[in-house]
T-cell receptor
């Protein structure tokens, strides 16, 4: 089955800096790669996603890149703000099932 | 607003007891999932269902069972709870019709097994 590895497990940045979270996946049949944000005590919610036929996608301060050959994808957050502090999960989806990474706890220090 | 609702939100039980976590949705989605969240281990898939008559095991189905009573309802049961099933459980929904893979999560059910 699919295996998704996510790094780093914790990330601390100063407000205004950029943050990058990286994931690798194992199943070349996976075709959809979402990123979810989970604030403390809340449910995970989708913040951005990318399909296997696209190399990069951007939405304001967040962007995702995908390298299908290397089977890795990354989340980039620019101009970080304290409200970006949360746990971020990557996932890889194949045949209707999503396999998640272990999560990255991002702390943005004011 | 269309939503995914889980009950109970919190439950404390004892080893050996039978527990049922319920999930209902008003999103009209055909696919429903149960995930378990443990600190540092992400979200792991327990069971999933693409339709009322379709039930599939996920990566950690041992010790769990599910029932899809209707398109909108998907229940997770622990026949005989054990302490290492203490976790936060999320129900999620999704649909294939629009070719989007986004999952919509419920608010979670926190289960403690003593």
């Amino acid at each position: 089955g699919e295996n998704v590895e996510q790094h780093p497990s914790t990330l601390s940045v100063q407000e205004g800096d950029s943050a990058v979270i990286k994931c690798t996946y194992s199943d070349s049949a996976s075709n959809y790669f979402p990123w979810y944000k989970q604030e403390l005590g809340k449910r995970p919610q989708l913040i951005i996603d990318i399909r296997s036929n696209v190399g990069e996608k951007k939405d304001q301060r967040i962007a995702v890149t995908l390298n299908k050959t290397a089977k890795h994808f990354s989340l980039h957050i620019t101009e970080t703000q304290p409200e970006d502090s949360a746990v971020y999960f990557c996932a890889a989806r194949n045949a209707g099932k999503s396999t998640f990474g272990d999560g990255t706890t991002l702390t943005v220090k004011p | 607003d269309a939503d995914v609702t889980q009950t109970p939100r919190n439950r404390i039980t004892k080893t050996g007891k039978r527990i049922m976590l319920e999930c209902s949705q008003t999103k009209g989605h055909d696919r429903m999932y149960w995930y378990r969240q443990d600190p540092g281990l992400g979200l792991r898939l327990i069971y999933y269902s693409f339709d009322v008559k379709d039930i599939n095991k996920g990566e950690i189905s041992d010790g769990y069972s599910v029932s899809r009573q209707a398109q909108a309802k998907f229940s997770l049961s622990l026949e005989s709870a054990i302490p290492n099933q203490t976790a936060l459980y999320f129900c999620a929904t999704g649909e294939e019709r629009t070719n989007t893979g986004e999952l919509f999560f419920g608010e979670g059910s926190r289960l403690t097994v003593l």
